[in-house]
C-alpha cells in the first residue's frame, strides 16, 4: 500500500521538457493522481488510470483541489552562506559612485570576506536559515550553496560546515560546491600563483577529506582567475574525484564556455559573453549552460546570453537564484523564472525546465530529482494556478500552495 495519494491534481511532470521551445513543454497529465513510499514517487497518471479505488491504495488520500504540481523547485547556484550587508553600496551606486571606488576602499567581494570571517559558525547559520526559508516557502527541495567568502583555510571550512547543517534543520537537500577561486584575498595580494598553489595543495585537499564539497567552482575572469590557473585547480579537484562547474564568459569571452566542456563540467554560469565555438563545445559535452538573470538585471548588464546558440546546439538551459549579496540580491525562483523569459526570452516551459530538471542535471542529479516520474525523489510543490506557466507571469507573486520532501508534506493545503 502507498504511503500517500494526491488526487484531484494537474501533473506537470516534466516528461518532454527538452530544452527546445513548442509543443507539450510541461509534460502535462491534467486530472492526474500521484502517489509516494518510502520517499519516492511510487506511480503517477491519470486518476481515471488508477488500479483500484483511492482509499484502498493508500495510507492517506489527499485531495488537491485542482491545483498544479511540479517537481520541487532546484535552486543550483547560490552563495547563501555570508556575513554583512551591501545594501549601503547598492545605494552609493545608484548615486553615481563607482564599483571601483568602492572596492578601492575596501568594499565590493573583500567587504563581504571581512564580515564572512567576523562572523561565527553560528551566526552565519542564523542568517543562511533565514535566507533557506524564504526559499523553501517558494518551492526550493533543493538547494546548491558555495564558499567563496572566506578564502582561508578555516574560513572555508567554516562556510561549508555552515552549508552542509542547513539541512538538519530544514527538509531540503543541500549540495555544496568549494568556490574557493572566487577571488584573490588580501594577504595574497600580488600574488595571486601562491595563491592557487595554496587552493591546489592545501585547501582543497583538506575540504575534500574533511567530505565538506559536492563539487568544485572557480570564477574565470579577467577580474578573477586565468583560464590557465582554472586547469590548475580542475587538474586538483579531479585527483579527489569532485565534479567541476564554472563562472564562465560573465563579463568577456575569455573560453570560459569551452574550457567548462573540456572538462566535462556539469555547468558553464552566467555565459552571457560565451563564444558559438564554445556553445557547440559545451553542447557536445552536454555541459549546462546555468543562466542567472537576477544578477543580469542587479548589475543592468546588456551583452544578453546567446539563447538561439544554446538552442540550436541543444545545450540545455538552466536557472538558478545566484544569490549573493554584491549582484544578485534574489530568493524567489519564480521571480527569476519571469526574468528569463522577460529579459531573454525563454519559453515559460523551458524557464520551469531550467528550475527543475535542467537545474537537477547541473549538480549532476537528474536521475534523482526534478521530474514526477517514478523513482525520482518525492520532492513536489502544489500551486493555485491556471496552468505551470503561470509560475513565470508573475514577477515572483506565486508561491506553492503546498511543498512535499520526501514525500512529506510541509503543512495541509490552505
Not at 15 to 28: K, R, S, V
Not at 75 to 80: A, E, K, Q, V
Request: charged share 20%; glycine share 10%.
Amino acid at each position: 500500500m502507498w504511503e500517500r495519494l494526491w488526487v484531484d491534481v494537474h501533473l506537470a511532470t516534466d516528461a518532454g521538457g527538452t530544452g527546445q521551445p513548442g509543443g507539450d513543454y510541461f509534460g502535462a497529465i491534467p486530472n492526474g493522481a500521484i502517489a509516494t513510499a518510502q520517499g519516492r514517487i511510487a506511480w503517477v497518471g491519470r486518476q481515471a488510470d488508477l488500479p483500484d479505488a483511492p482509499q484502498q491504495l493508500a495510507t492517506e488520500v489527499i485531495s488537491c483541489n485542482g491545483y498544479w504540481m511540479t517537481a520541487g523547485l532546484v535552486d543550483p547556484h547560490t552563495h547563501l552562506v555570508f556575513g554583512g550587508d551591501r545594501s549601503e553600496e547598492f545605494a552609493e551606486r545608484l548615486q553615481g559612485v563607482s564599483y571601483q571606488d568602492i572596492a578601492r576602499r575596501g568594499g565590493g567581494i573583500l567587504s563581504t570576506v571581512r564580515a564572512t570571517r567576523e562572523a561565527s559558525e553560528e551566526t552565519l547559520l542564523h542568517l543562511a536559515l533565514k535566507r533557506a526559508r524564504r526559499l523553501v516557502a517558494n518551492g526550493v527541495t533543493t538547494l546548491e550553496i558555495k564558499s567563496g567568502y572566506g578564502l582561508t583555510l578555516e574560513d572555508e571550512l567554516k562556510q561549508l560546515r555552515v552549508a552542509r547543517a542547513i539541512s538538519r534543520h530544514l527538509p531540503l537537500r543541500v549540495h555544496t560546491t568549494f568556490l574557493g577561486a572566487h577571488a584573490l584575498p588580501p594577504e595574497f595580494s600580488g600574488r595571486q600563483g601562491d595563491y592557487v598553489t595554496h587552493l591546489c595543495d592545501t585547501i582543497l585537499p583538506t575540504v575534500a577529506e574533511a567530505g565538506l564539497a559536492d563539487s568544485v567552482d572557480a570564477f574565470c575572469e579577467t577580474i578573477a582567475f586565468q583560464p590557465f590557473e582554472v586547469e590548475r585547480i580542475f587538474e586538483a579537484a579531479q585527483r579527489w574525484n569532485l565534479p567541476l562547474r564554472l563562472h564562465a564568459d560573465q563579463m568577456s569571452d575569455l573560453g570560459g564556455g569551452y574550457l567548462a566542456a573540456r572538462w566535462k563540467a556539469l555547468s558553464a554560469d552566467h555565459v552571457e559573453y560565451v563564444s558559438e565555438a564554445s556553445v557547440r563545445a559545451m553542447g557536445e559535452a552536454g555541459t549546462v549552460a546555468m543562466l542567472l538573470p537576477g544578477a543580469f538585471y542587479f548589475v543592468r548588464e546588456r551583452q544578453l546570453p546567446p539563447i538561439a546558440l544554446f538552442r540550436e546546439h541543444g545545450v540545455a538551459m538552466g536557472l538558478a537564484t545566484d544569490c549573493n549579496p554584491g549582484t544578485s540580491p534574489i530568493l524567489s525562483p519564480t521571480g527569476v523564472m519571469n526574468m528569463a523569459c522577460t529579459l531573454f526570452r525563454l519559453t515559460p516551459g523551458e524557464a520551469l525546465a531550467g528550475h527543475t530538471h535542467i537545474a537537477a542535471k547541473a549538480l549532476g542529479l537528474s536521475e534523482k530529482i526534478g521530474r514526477l516520474q517514478c523513482g525520482m525523489a518525492a520532492d513536489m510543490a502544489i500551486w493555485d494556478v491556471s496552468g505551470p506557466h503561470e509560475l513565470s507571469y508573475w514577477i515572483g507573486g506565486v508561491v506553492p500552495v503546498e511543498r512535499i520532501f520526501g514525500g512529506v508534506p510541509d503543512q495541509g493545503i490552505v
